[in-house]
């Protein structure tokens, strides 16, 4: 029988180790998109493999080759940690997916504590990484841990998988998958994340993730920068192209406007609308934690709708153009328009960069500019979603049961997980997105935070889900 | 009887001395908007009042305080040099207005040739401030020491003004020119500018600059900046809404949407109109010297017209947005869009802030975003126009046809002079601008040069123009 209270009362009675745990691993400045702190990423999957042979896992750490740097040199990429606790056939075998490195931090940024010293003020354990994604990774290794000190049999054979470049597009990862498709990966049943965060107070599980298209529309000009003063009111200008286009895209009341981008999503299900209709959300809470007065919708069907399951563009900022405070009477002469747009459902990244690059020419042509458009999609990730049906989310609902004894949301994530989707189509193995972060984690912003209780909880809820996996009837 | 051909070969036999000594002043990096080199605009303030002084000129160096840093420090400004040659009452007093700081250059901008080594081929001398504004200064320096040097009296009294902080807006020089109204202005009767160039290959008088106005269009949404994956779709983003009001500002065919501004320019007239017809101007030369294929005019008049007295929109940049190399998934919490209008006849500044706060907020009022929008006008700087039937300009013809025997352009610059305005209000006095500078000299571009041919004939023009403003009948 599941001996779940013994092993919920070592977690609580170890929780000062493993917040201890935690400061260790958040003091090491794994940004892995800054190149100077690349010993200390180094340095992090060092201490990551160390943690796990102590336990006892056949610990391998994968060299996955070298970065690129924009200057032409190069640099070794951090090495991926796998692991293995358990090869019993006679189980199912799951891998746990997660990564140590972290997003840049600053005190200057308007951090109210030192980013990397972990800080705990009411029961919230402050810290670059805390729950992006470290906390979560120190909380699965924990829940194996305890299994160990209190000699139970592990109920499932448990893989981990730690990357540590994540937060820059988990450079080599997809090689290093494919692989080992027929090695690393032949034996995994199930593939867990848990590396995003709650809807609400109450525990959720998520089953979709958008993707997305990411564009450059570069418009160009006189052969440099030129004098406003000088040449304004003569040449044709490229920023003013750019605003032009750029400003097509979509509507004030969120309309995109790009023909068949919308025409392309999957049509919201009765039993979708229900399912939203039944999940927690406090709009003033979403309101406040963002600091707005209105959002988009007044409605929460409309305002889950448009977080998770349709398409959104947001302009992110123009390359080449006066960027700087202060003054400059210039004329850029060659401008580049960032935009992104989310992908769900049954949209196909293609497909889009068609219907962008199609459109973009036909609204630019229509200014009889005689500047030059060029639109690139440099990022195509796809949405992946789950079906919610999936033995999966039913130990899930389980554990969460178990844990807090609540019924979890059932959520989407807006953001972009694109690991999940490499996952799905290289080892054809199913996913369950299982988060332990609280919904106000701040996760790559100042102030990032992992609640005491998320992670304590969370250890527990891990705990509870590899029992609740061994359950499942195997291979289905 | 005046001894033009003397002095003109005395030119001739010590051009060699001059480019040395335009050397020596390029080699000293006098970047006004680099405050770490500002002890070398201080000794470039110190070398030209030095020159001044050894040829016997009255000097002083004017202390015109502090500039303050944006972090809160304060700077010295450099001082500003006045120098006087002559002072007898019977005859005219011209001041001439130069400038002796540079716009910033690094050779890794594109220079073919060290900045800031001043480099001869094809006879143009390239250096970073040879044409803006070190040549011209002393090609008015050198006018004044050939007369000594023939033992020729002055044939008009000729004081110096010389700035150093003309590049970032002459800081510190308006309170300058006040404060010294009845004391080094009283016995001023022409102000006389050589800081700007000719429009082809044919001298020029100029007559007219455009005045600018700066506006910041800050548009403020959520407390801080949003992962666009979480967040996009829930919030009315501040990018998409200044990016919508930018793109009311003017239209693909370069017509100002802003109601009242085009009304508030004067007509053009037929004279104006014959003026134009009459300027020498190769369209090719233009459209290769900038790199474009076509321009917003096909018509000689037109394009002149909207180069130098008509109102032009420039969108310079947007501050707060994603503006690196790179993706980043960003939605940015605050964005500041920064435009300028060229200021022309009949318009006010006063005016055109009132016009343009008016219209942008009108227009921000129909998208009903929550956002919050912000307009100012940080610089604000009327146009400048003379009278070209100035008995100034007469002298200018006449001193053109002397030195190249041709009539010369009468022109106006798109740019700003600023003091020019301040000059005329606070004095009182006529001004003309008497360019040497080629019409093809880069300023503020990389590869700025001043052909050897301009500066030599450039410091006949001075001389013969001193001659010829003697000339005119006192008290006018
Ligand atoms: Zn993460
Ligand atoms: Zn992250
Ligand atoms: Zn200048
Ligand atoms: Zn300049």
Known sequence: AFQYSELAQYVDSHQEEYVEALRDWVAIESDSSNILKRPDLHRMMDVTAEKLKRMGGSVEMVDIGEQELPEGQTVALPKVVTAQFGNDTQKHTVCVYGHVDVQPAKL?????????????????????????NKAPVLAWIHAVEAYQALNMELPVNVKFLIEGMEETGSNGLDAMILAQRDTFFSDVDFIIISDCGWLSKRP???YGTRGNCYFFAEIEGPRQDLHSGVYGGTVIEPMTDLIGILDTLISPSGKILI???????????????????????????????????????????????????????????????????????????KVIGKFSIRQVPDMDPAQVKKQVTDYLHSVFAKRKSPNK?????????????????????????????RVFDVDPDLIREGGTIPIAQTFQDVTGKSIIMLPIGGFDDGMHSQNEKMSRYNYIEGTKLFIAYLHEVSQLKKSV
Not at 108 to 132: C, F, H
Not at 286 to 312: C, E, F, Q
Not at 375 to 391: E, F, N, R, S, Y
């Open 108 to 132: 200057e940024d308007g951090w109210r504590t030192e980013p990397y010293n972990l800080t705990e003020i009411d029961a919230n354990l402050y810290g670059r990484g805390a729950s992006d």
């Open 204 to 206: 959720a599980l998520t």
């Open 259 to 333: 023909p068949g981008i919308r025409e392309a999503v999957a049509p919201l299900t009765d039993e979708e609308w229900r399912t939203y209709q039944d999940i927690e959300f406090d709009f003033d809470l979403y309101k406040n934690k963002i600091g707005v007065s209105h959002l988009m919708y007044t409605n929460k069907v409309d305002l889950l709708a448009h977080r998770w399951r349709h398409p959104t563009v947001t302009i992110h900022g123009i390359e080449g153009a006066f960027s700087d405070p202060g003054t400059k009477t210039v004329i850029p002469a």
């Open 373 to 401: 458009l060029k639109v690139t999609m440099v990022i195509g990730a796809k949405p992946w979603l789950a079906d919610t049906k999936h033995q999966l989310y039913d130990a899930g609902k389980a554990a969460v049961k």
